[in-house]
């Protein structure tokens, strides 16, 4: 507004000039000319700035996103229970202290054996495998965001009690795994296949379900649109989200109060020449779309992070009838198995059946 009245009341002034005879129109013409080259010098310069502020910024969120070293971190669980808590939040709490200890005891008593593969694109992964006797039931347990083998323990010592055999990678860039860049699933699905491959080298007549939370179930879905063998027979996604654009520019929303556009665009250009992949064509909403075998979808109505409306989307998309799903009422990101106790057990191991 300075600039805008600055430039009113100078024009005013030789306006009252010209009107005097004291000023030429051709001094004027030259004025003029040089003030529409200041103007458009400035919008040049600001139009710049935008574009590398920009480009700046988008940078930075793909090393904070998706990065290895990034800053963005996995929600923390609390294992303790609020004096204000209601009944919803005192029996997540109470559910995440008693699943805490199961896997605190399951570890103490099965270590694991480390296992490795190397993928086409010539990637070291790691895993945990936990031999279960002469079962031929498998799952492939899958840990969430920024997370390792050990955020899996939560599915492992379930699949284990029931007498499955219970395989937990490192997802890329996560744990042991090699890579710089998270592949929130979508660089993952192929490194899943590879660990189906060793499965099936070590029984062939396995019968392999994979489960995944949070970034796990993104894994888990962009996997079934993949064609899997017929020794995959399920899978189960809890609280993943519909693509990695969506989660992204949803968080970028909440967390910093930011529209989509320009950020998540210079950011996608960024995530394809440094991870490989676009944020985009990493849908698992596209992929759970061209999934024929039976899945199981599960999420909290309170997740504050992957919103729920994201479940019924994927639930829609998913042809045939092959498919069922649970929901949580009251409870956040990945605290459906602490709300719904033995429930979400029973639910599960009835789909599977």
């Known amino acids: 507004m300075y600039f805008i009245n600055h430039v009113y009341y100078n024009s005013l002034i030789i306006k009252f000039f010209i009107q005097k005879g004291f000023i030429h129109m051709n001094i004027l013409k030259k004025k003029k000319l040089s003030v529409k080259k200041v103007i458009l010098t400035l919008v040049a310069v600001l139009i710049a700035l935008l574009v590398l502020i920009s480009l700046f910024a988008g940078n ?3 090393n904070y996103s998706i990065g290895r070293s990034g800053d963005g971190g996995n929600r923390t669980v609390a294992l303790e229970i609020p004096e204000t808590a209601d009944d919803t939040e005192r029996t997540i709490a109470e559910g995440k202290i008693a699943q805490q200890e199961a896997n605190e005891a399951f570890l103490a008593e099965n270590p694991g054996q480390t296992v490795e593969i ?21 799952v492939i347990a899958l840990h969430g965001y920024r997370g390792d083998h050990l955020g899996a323990t939560s599915l492992a010592q379930h699949y284990y009690a029931h007498n499955y055999q219970v395989l ?55 996997t079934a649109g993949e064609d899997t063998p017929d020794q995959v027979v399920a899978f189960i996604e809890d609280c993943g989200y519909t693509s990695v654009w969506d989660i992204f520019s ?30 985009k064509e990493a849908s698992a909403l596209n992929q ?11 999420h909290g109505t309170a997740d504050d992070f992957i919103p729920y409306e994201m479940m019924d989307i994927l639930y829609q998309a998913k042809p045939g009838n092959n498919k069922e799903k649970i929901t949580a009422p009251g409870a956040g990101h990945g605290e459906a198995m602490y709300l719904l106790g033995e429930e979400y057990w029973d639910d599960v191991f009835t789909f599977l059946e």
């Open 118 to 138: 190397t993928t086409e694109d010539n990637i070291h992964c790691n895993g945990v495998y936990y031999p279960n006797g002469e079962s031929h039931d498998w």
């Open 168 to 222: 937990t990678p490192d997802l890329r860039a996560c744990g042991d795994t090699d890579g710089n860049y998270l592949g929130m699933g979508w660089l993952d699905r192929k490194d899943i296949l590879s660990w189906i491959d060793w499965i099936v080298a070590q029984d062939s007549d396995a019968r392999i379900v994979i489960q995944g939370i949070s970034m796990g179930a993104a894994t888990t879905m962009m």
């Open 60 to 62: 930075y969120l793909v």
């Open 250 to 279: 949803s968080e970028l929303k909440l967390r910093f109060g930011m529209p989509e556009f320009p950020l998540m665009y210079t950011a996608n250009l960024f995530a394809i020449a440094k991870a490989g992949y676009s944020f």
């Open 288 to 298: 759970v779309k061209n999934c024929k075998k039976p899945m199981l979808f599960i």
